[in-house]
């Protein structure tokens, strides 16, 4: 089974920049479907941007539309997450997931249907 551990994140304010990784051990990842969800305080875990095996198809939320980009780095069996623009309502706990299994082109965007998490990692927008 693939293992992902998620970097990046942390503090900064409206209008600022950050970039979160999930890289993966054990499988390559562009054998996967990955997605990227995010729970704030009280708050169910949502979808954020999700991507095919293939990168052709890609889901991002209207929330982050313009703002947000996914990226795959296979040398490094990495994805990224590229966060502009922040605004305080993006503060949360930030999750990389994955799934094997599903077609070249398939997008998924429900968090039940991923069996593979990262750790989370905190994004705090001030303000």
């Known amino acids: 089974q693939v293992q992902l551990v998620q970097s990046g994140g942390g503090f900064v304010q409206a209008g600022g920049s950050l970039r979160l990784s999930c890289a993966a051990s054990?499988?390559?990842?562009?054998?996967?479907?990955v997605g990227w969800f995010r729970q704030a305080p009280g708050k169910e875990r949502e979808s954020v941007v999700a991507t095919s095996r293939s990168d052709r198809m890609t889901f991002y939320a209207d929330s982050v539309k313009g703002r947000f980009t996914i990226s795959r780095d296979n040398a490094k069996n990495t994805q990224h997450l590229q966060m502009n623009s922040l605004k305080p309502e993006d503060t949360a706990v930030y999750y990389c997931?994955?799934?094997?299994?599903?077609?070249?082109?398939?997008?998924?965007?429900?968090?039940?249907?991923?069996?593979?998490w990262g750790q989370g990692t905190q994004v705090t927008v001030s303000s």
């Open positions: 997931a994955a799934k094997r299994g599903t077609g070249v082109n398939v997008v998924v965007v429900t968090a039940d249907d991923y069996d593979y």
């Open positions: 054990g499988h390559t990842l562009g054998d996967y479907t």
